[in-house]
T-cell receptor, first 109, second 116 residues
Framework: DAKTTQPTSMDCAEGRAANLPCNHS???????VYWYRQIHSQGPQYIIH???NNETNEMASLIITEDRKSSTLILPHATLRDTAVYYC??????????FGTGTRLTIIP | KAGVTQTPRYLIKTRGQQVTLSCSPI?????VSWYQQTPGQGLQFLFE???????NKGNFPGRFSGRQFSNSRSEMNVSTLELGDSALYLC???????????????FGPGTRLTVL
């Protein structure tokens, strides 16, 4: 079973920041938070991951609360190409990725 | 660096047949994982191979099997196909080492299998 809870769907206006929340209240100390996204019928795409510090890369930022029980993925300037299903996953070491139902993000022109 | 490649991209089979799908990981990656995606069950983990050994296994029947070659390329096989095996089969590679560590998985485009 997935260890995360995400909203089923969200909308965001093009050009605005998209903030996708994720709850992982049972996360263990050695588990990382990963974010992937899947554009229709394509393979999932890795976005970012973190342990307890905030992380940023060319695609997104990941904000993890101090207690690590929740996190937020931020796409700073959403474009139509960011429309996808976003998956938040917690994982330790080389464990399998357990995908939940994710959040369907729709970018509105 | 070339990404993960999967062949074939599309496949149509009939019930009772068997099928073999192939995955070539990113150069230098030694871990290959397989996932099944269906509308009803979502993305589900099948198995993972590392250095030609199965390291993790999901909850699928024995009809689903896999192997990994010395060059890290991997194949999965489904025998006695059922209608419910129609799905997108995804392969992912990772640079993870023997002791684990934190490494992201990179997915291929998938093979869409239709069982008639």
């Amino acid at each position: 079973d997935a260890k995360t809870t995400q909203p089923t769907s969200m909308d965001c206006a093009e050009g605005r920041a998209a903030n996708l929340p994720c709850n992982h209240s049972t996360i263990s100390g050695n588990e990382y938070v990963y974010w992937y996204r899947q554009i229709h019928s394509q393979g999932p795409q890795y976005i970012i991951h973190g342990l307890k510090n905030n992380e940023t890369n060319e695609m997104a930022s990941l904000i993890i609360t101090e207690d690590r029980k929740s996190s937020t993925l931020i796409l700073p300037h959403a474009t139509l190409r960011d429309t996808a299903v976003y998956y938040c996953i917690v994982r330790a070491g080389y464990e399998k990725l357990t995908f939940g139902t994710g959040t369907r993000l729709t970018i509105i022109p | 660096k070339a990404g993960v490649t999967q062949t074939p991209r599309y496949l149509i089979k009939t019930r009772g047949q068997q099928v073999t799908l192939s995955c070539s990981p990113i150069s230098g990656h030694r871990s290959v994982s397989w996932y099944q995606q269906t509308p009803g069950q979502g993305l589900q983990f099948l198995f993972e191979y590392f250095s030609e050994t199965q390291r993790n296994k999901g909850n699928f029947p024995g009809r689903f099997s896999g192997r990994q070659f010395s060059n890290s390329r991997s194949e999965m096989n489904v025998s006695t196909l059922e209608l419910g095996d129609s799905a997108l089969y995804l392969c992912a590679s990772s640079a993870t080492g023997v002791s684990g560590g934190v490494h992201e998985q990179f997915f291929g485009p998938g093979t869409r299998l239709t069982v008639l």
